[in-house]
């Protein structure tokens, strides 16, 4: 029987992106001074976890984030990062770097809605997907399928891995990526929950059974 196995899912600092309110997917800026210094705060927190293993999105900011985390970390020496595609945000084609206002009000235009506050009342998380590659005119941007087998890729990659030995994972990726792993295990789970960036949640594998242990938690966060 595999001893217990818990993923520390982080989300990244800000970005310059996240700050102007554009849609970031697989477009990548630089973490902003503020997103840094919040990182350090979630990393004093965690600074006493051992981590086994520790992975992120191949994308500048999780790599980034990862980087600053771990110097905090008291443990960590040693530690390699592993960058894995599979973790990588929701691909928004045409429409990545766009004013989310812009982008989204177009999407709910286009997929009947009269704004982009009703989209996001009536459509869920995959709807909203597979509306936005119907609307990119490009037709590049992800539906849920194409996103979802990707991650999944990446999650199973984890688990396999470290199931039988257990231990603290670390995974820096991005909000709809933690979100959409955390969903198709909790069902329950509201599925439009906001992760804060630097955030911490945490899953736990034991006995073939997860659980959520914490969600959103910024509770941790230790200012130097």
């Known amino acids: 029987m595999g001893k217990k196995l818990s993923l520390y899912f982080v989300r990244h600092g800000q970005t310059y992106l996240n700050k102007n309110l554009r849609m970031q997917g697989w477009a990548d800026t ?23 293993a ?17 110097k905090e ?5 040693g530690l390699t990062l592993e960058p894995l595609s599979e973790f990588r945000e929701t691909f928004f084609g045409s429409y990545e770097g766009e004013k ?15 704004s982009q506050e009703e989209l996001f009342q009536n459509a869920d998380v995959r709807k909203t997907m597979n ?6 005119p490009t037709g590049d941007a992800e539906d849920f399928m194409t996103f979802w087998t990707r991650v999944e890729q990446g999650f ?21 990526t933690i ?11 509201d599925e439009d929950v906001i992760l804060d960036n630097a955030s911490v949640t945490v899953l736990a594998y034991e006995n073939g059974l997860f659980k959520l242990e914490r969600l959103n938690d910024t509770s941790h966060f230790t200012k130097a």
Do not use: C, Q
């Open 131 to 136: 509306g936005t590659k119907a609307a990119d």
């Open 156 to 176: 199973l990659h984890v688990i396999n891995r470290h199931r039988e030995t257990g231990g603290n994972v670390l995974i820096v990726a991005h909000g709809n």
């Open 100 to 114: 989310g206002d812009v982008a989204w009000n177009e999407i709910a235009t286009h997929m009947g809605y009269a």
């Open 179 to 189: 979100r959409n792993i955390v969903h198709e295990l909790e069902p329950s789970l």
């Open 30 to 52: 630089p973490l902003t001074p503020e997103g840094i210094e919040i990182v350090k705060e979630s990393g004093r927190g965690l600074a006493e976890t051992e981590f086994v």
């Open 54 to 70: 520790a992975y992120s999105s191949d994308l500048h900011r999780t790599i980034a984030t990862a980087g600053y985390l771990l």
């Open 73 to 77: 970390n008291k443990h960590a020496f």
